[in-house]
Nanobody, 123 residues
Framework: VQLVESGGGLVQAGGSLRLSCAASGRTSSSYAMGWFRQAPGKEREFVAAISWGGGTTRYADSVQGRFTISRDNAKNTGYLQMNSLKPEDTAVYYC?????????????????WGQGTQVTVSS
């Protein structure tokens, strides 16, 4: 599975962005998707994940209630809607996929990664 993120950019605190993750390749099999982020000087961390069918989602405590993960399997695309953005949300955001239908918050459970998209939130 190949993944390509888009939708990053510069936004003021309190603003919103919507990230997209387009999947290609062997997308006929069920795969869960996740979003992770990495800020400068920090380790990559879990943000959100969604099951193959979309019925199960999970979020990091830091984004719960502000971010929403979703997917459109007909378009092989996942999304991360980010509202009420804070300067501490500034990071490179990565889309990831795993060949299991169930979600995971563990980075090493995801063998497929996109190249990342920069999100910068100004104060």
């Amino acid at each position: 599975v190949q993944l390509v993120e888009s939708g990053g950019g510069l936004v003021q605190a309190g603003g919103s962005l919507r990230l997209s993750c387009a999947a290609s390749g062997r997308t006929s099999s069920s795969y869960a998707m996740g979003w992770f982020r990495q800020a400068p000087g920090k380790e990559r961390e879990f943000v959100a994940a969604i099951s193959w069918g979309g019925g199960t989602t999970r979020y990091a405590d830091s984004v719960q209630g502000r971010f929403t993960i979703s997917r459109d399997n007909a378009k092989n695309t996942g999304y991360l809607q980010m509202n009420s953005l804070k300067p501490e949300d500034t990071a490179v955001y990565y889309c990831a996929a795993r060949r299991y239908p169930s979600t995971s918050a563990v980075l090493t459970d995801f063998p497929f990664w996109g190249q990342g998209t920069q999100v910068t939130v100004s104060s």
